[in-house]
């Protein structure tokens, strides 16, 4: 790991003061807001990105999916670039702050079941700070 | 407001169980994560758009001086449409979820000197689930 990487992992681990939320804060707009990345970088980018493995295909099922199941509060947003790209497709979900990675349909079913309608984690897929390559 | 505005707040205001960090949660990636919307929709669209209103060049802007004042563990991204275009150009910054609009230059400083670096609330500028139209 360099040296810019350890010094973000530092900072996430102690968050700067104010990052919880305030009692006077509004109310969350989305209970939940997903943000999938669907940055294009050219082939053959030493990186690779997430729409070069599907993702903005993935991210239309999410947004569909979420809304067959009646999922109200929650947001399934595409952003640009992460900066996970060698763990892609990836996800976040706020204001948890849980990041996935996933592949298929039933990743997605599994993300949205578990996590986005339960509360739970699917361990599987997520991702951890230090990570820098997909496990299995 | 409407039937779906008011589910959607009622859904909010009373998450979903789970969107509470957990212990076990790894640690967030970063620290604060914003997500400035870029989206672009046809002229004479009568939501009109964030882009519209100069939201890639504030992005940008905001980007190159979170950089310069050294924020560490800080990402400015850009986001796909956070549906709340009459507001726009808007942004949501987490894990607090806490929204702003902004308009100039002079906005962006003050979201990232006082709520970025020190945690605080630029009250002018923030948005409440509630609104529809821009104050003053």
């Given amino acids: 790991m360099n040296d810019v990487a350890d010094k973000r992992i530092e900072a996430a681990a102690a968050p700067a003061p104010g ?3 305030r009692a006077d804060d509004p109310p969350l707009y989305y209970a939940r807001h997903v943000f999938c990345c669907t940055n294009v970088r050219p082939e053959g980018h ?3 990105c997430c729409s070069a493995k599907g993702s903005v295909q993935l991210r239309n099922y999410m947004k569909a ?3 067959e199941m009646g999922l109200d509060g929650v947001r399934i947003n ?3 670039c992460l900066d996970r790209c060698e763990l892609g497709p990836t996800m ?3 204001p948890e702050g849980v990041w996935y990675t996933y592949r298929t ?3 997605v079913d599994e993300i ?3 996590h986005v309608r339960r509360g739970g984690r699917v361990r599987r897929l997520m991702l951890h ?3 820098t390559e997909p496990r299995e």
């Fill in 19 to 21: 990052t919880e939320r």
């Fill in 46 to 48: 030493p990186r690779g």
């Fill in 65 to 67: 999916r979420a809304k």
């Fill in 78 to 80: 595409v952003s640009g």
């Fill in 92 to 94: 976040v979900i706020y």
């Fill in 105 to 107: 349909p039933e990743d």
């Fill in 112 to 114: 949205l079941e578990t």
């Fill in 129 to 131: 700070p230090d990570q």
